[in-house]
């Protein structure tokens, strides 16, 4: 199979943020293919979210 570069840029679809340290060009299934991790903000974004709701649940459950 004949290989061609490409040079692109990503991007976070929730916050906009540059991602392009978090891709890897790869290859599944014999075909070629990016993988892309969540990007910092995000995975902080949710884990603070998380945290919030796990607190105000819990808080909630000791107080019946």
Do not use: S
């Not at 004949?2 to 599944?28: F, H, M, Q, S, W």
């Not at 990007?39 to 884990?47: D, H, T």
């Amino acid at each position: 199979m004949p290989e061609i570069a490409v040079d692109i840029e990503l991007y976070c679809a929730k916050c906009g943020a540059g991602i392009c340290a978090n891709g890897t060009a790869t290859t599944r299934r014999h075909q070629p293919c990016f993988q892309i991790e969540p990007c910092e903000k995000c995975l902080q974004n949710a884990e603070e979210h998380g945290r919030e709701k796990g607190y105000k649940e819990g808080y909630e459950e000791a107080n019946q």
